[in-house]
């Protein structure tokens, strides 16, 4: 008998994530010669949804209609809506659910229901200060996958690709699994712990010098509350002189103004995925000051805190706008498309 493979689908949704999922499910079929598997679709409320390239997918059911699943895909591109969230998080509450398998942005709703708890996972790279700060009961890692119990996170993008793998070869077996990453052209020895952004490549792709990499990791791991670029030098072996020679030969750029980078980065991610106010924000990066954090944020971005939130805002707002209802509102006299 088919196993029912439920992929519930947050809004908004890339139709390039729901492709790799539900297309890789429909080819185990395929390699295994037998329907193995029953994928039901689902949204919220069962009704069709315009995917963020204008497309629009027609589940099978709504999440009412979904109960006691034994395993259970979700997929949320973006940050949904509060109206989303709220109807996602109260199905994941109330449901018994024996394996999840979430990506992209779909771990924070997971965790805003309470399931990561305890629990080692994964998001996007760009999201993970944001799920760190508001869930500090969660252990974010920046990896490619994460399987902690009965939830594996997998970071989006490609990741999806090699979560999908992984969730075949747990549920179906070595067999299958190695098939389908040949069908899908993913390297079956690529290790699902590894990071999302190797820190020993740099921007045109060369190998890093090994020192100025576990500098990196430190700095990574540290933006909350810096070290001193002495301290750095120390960790890593080498005098504070040589130190800032290998950042300038390996990354064009000094130390400091590297770790600033970083921090600020991190700055921009809070403002954009969180509610956390400015004043938060700026202890998060490691400022004592909010003025110092606003001075340097504006140098290096050559925009305020402020309008930086208010632009990502304004922008994801017109992003969960559909092409379809783009060109309705700019084009409204347009007759629509018929068969005649």
């Known amino acids: ?28 079929n395929q390699l295994a010669g037998k329907p ?12 069709p949804i315009e995917l963020t390239n204008g497309s629009v997918f027609v589940p099978t059911c709504g999440l009412a209609d979904v109960r006691e699943s034994r395993i259970v895909v979700i997929a949320c591109s973006l940050q949904s809506t509060s109206l989303e969230r709220r109807k996602i998080c109260a199905w994941l509450r109330r449901n018994r659910v024996a394996k999840f398998y979430a990506a992209t942005f779909a771990p924070f709703l997971l965790a805003e229901a309470g399931l990561l708890a305890g629990h080692k996972a994964t998001v996007h790279w760009e ?12 252990t974010t890692l920046e990896q490619i996958c994460v399987v902690d119990r009965n939830i594996t996170t997998c970071a989006g993008g490609c990741a999806i690709a090699d979560m999908m793998v992984l969730l075949v070869q747990t549920e179906f077996g070595e067999r299958l699994g190695v098939a389908l990453a040949e069908e899908l052209l993913i390297p079956i020895s690529r290790l699902r712990d590894a990071p999302q952004r190797p820190l020993r490549v740099s921007f045109d792709g060369r190998t890093i010098d090994g020192r100025v990499a576990e500098a990196l990791r430190i700095m990574r791991d540290r933006r909350e509350s810096p070290v ?10 080498v005098s504070v002189r040589q130190f800032q020679k290998l ?26 995925y969180t509610d956390m106010n400015i004043r938060e924000v700026s202890i998060a990066c490691g400022y004592a000051s909010l003025a110092v954090f606003c001075r340097a944020f504006r140098k290096r971005t050559g925009q305020t805190a402020g309008s930086i939130r208010k632009t990502y805002r304004a ?21 629509a498309m018929g068969n005649g």
Do not use: W
């Not at 193995?36 to 009704?47: A, F, H």
């Open 36 to 47: 193995l598997i029953q994928i039901r679709t689902s949204t919220t409320d069962g009704k």
């Open 228 to 237: 001193s670029i002495a301290t750095l030098a120390k960790r890593v072996g």
């Open 247 to 272: 950042f300038l030969k390996n990354l064009g750029q000094s130390p400091t103004s590297y770790y600033a980078d970083l921090r600020l980065e991190r700055g921009r991610e809070l403002l954009c």
């Open 1 to 28: 008998m088919a196993v029912i493979v439920d992929v519930v689908i947050i809004r908004p949704c890339m139709a390039i994530d729901i492709a790799l999922i539900v297309d890789s499910l429909r080819m185990i």
């Open 315 to 335: 922008n994801f707002d017109r992003a969960r706008i559909s092409v379809l209802d783009a060109r309705a509102r700019l084009a409204p006299h347009t007759p």
């Open 127 to 138: 999201i993970i200060p944001a799920l760190s700060e508001r869930h500090p009961d969660v």
